[in-house]
């Protein structure tokens, strides 16, 4: 049986009487390069264990298991199970988890399902919970490297340069626990059925030290999150609007010229570096 051939794929589905769930994001890949460039891509050898989330009918499963020394596969459509019995059944390497993926320990999971093996994440994400997943994988801390086809605008997000349309909030704080790679673009009719919009295949890769040393993390990220709020507006507004009832306007303008910004500049101008700069400022200054 070929999972990437649709011919194979509807008689599949049909025995098992599935029927394709417009909530949950399912869109079956049925070209074979994609599941095989994306295991690739993903690094992962006999030494690697895998964490993959939704696995659809298997066909980037089979892919992983074939080059991976364990395969984990969190299923959250109870549907799939027994397409999933039938289509790994070859691959003894292989442990399918029905649950989702959101309400799971995932650095325990890696550790219970990976004992000895080097964990890595690897995933065709559904559209709508791309965000909180690659958030989940990365504040994990225990994954060797994500690699994950995504849409390619959010890919294209991730990976985006200070000063461009791109880039936003997410893109800072990935960047900041990742170093992330755009690898290629999988188009709508590689898919069953076609989605409406361009795929992106990125990895991930985890920083062992950070970019900048912090005072704060979470103080790091409020002022990040305070810089894109009004993206339209300068970052003293932005800063304003957070910070105006801890520091006066003439105290935030002191902020930004501490870090050595201009006090017109807008905070999507902003790269790492500089916000560590204006996180220290705020913070010295008593937000």
């Known amino acids: 049986m070929d999972l990437c051939n649709s011919n194979d794929i509807r008689a599949l589905l049909g025995r098992h009487g599935f029927r394709f769930s417009k909530s949950m ?13 994306i295991a690739d891509a993903s690094g992962a050898d006999g030494d690697c264990g895998v964490l993959e ?14 080059r991976a020394g364990k395969v984990a596969a969190v299923e959250l459509d109870r549907s799939l199970l027994p397409i999933l019995a039938e289509t790994l059944a070859p691959y003894d390497n ?31 994400l559904p559209y709508n919970i ?17 690699t994950v086809m995504i849409q390619r605008e959010v890919a294209l997000r991730i990976c985006a340069s200070p000063g461009t349309a791109d880039y936003g909030a997410f893109s800072v704080f990935c ?24 795929s992106a295949v990125i990895r991930l890769v985890p920083r062992k030290e950070p ?27 932005g800063l304003t ?12 303008r002191q902020a930004i010229a501490g870090a050595g910004l201009p006090e017109t500049i807008r905070g999507e101008r902003l790269g790492i570096p500089e916000f560590a700069a204006l996180a220290r400022a705020l913070r010295a200054l008593g937000a």
């Open 25 to 37: 994001g399912q869109n079956f890949l049925i070209e074979g390069w994609v599941p095989r460039d």
């Open 53 to 66: 989330i939704g696995p659809g009918i298997g066909p980037l499963t089979v892919q992983l298991a074939r």
């Open 94 to 124: 292989v442990t399918v988890i029905p649950g989702d993926v959101m309400k799971l320990d995932l650095s325990g999971l890696a550790a219970e399902q990976f004992p000895g093996l080097i964990p890595m994440a690897c995933a065709n």
């Open 130 to 146: 791309t965000t909180p997943v690659l958030t989940a994988l990365i504040e994990a801390n225990c994954f060797a490297a994500i």
């Open 175 to 198: 960047q900041y626990h990742t170093q992330p790679e755009f690898l290629f673009e999988v188009p709508p009719e590689c898919f069953l059925p076609a989605p409406k919009v361009t």
């Open 211 to 237: 970019p900048q040393d912090l005072v704060d993390d979470a103080f790091f990220f409020q002022v990040v999150k305070a810089a894109f709020a009004q993206r339209r507006k300068t970052l003293l507004n």
């Open 241 to 252: 609007s957070a910070f105006g009832d801890r520091l006066s306007r003439d105290q935030l």
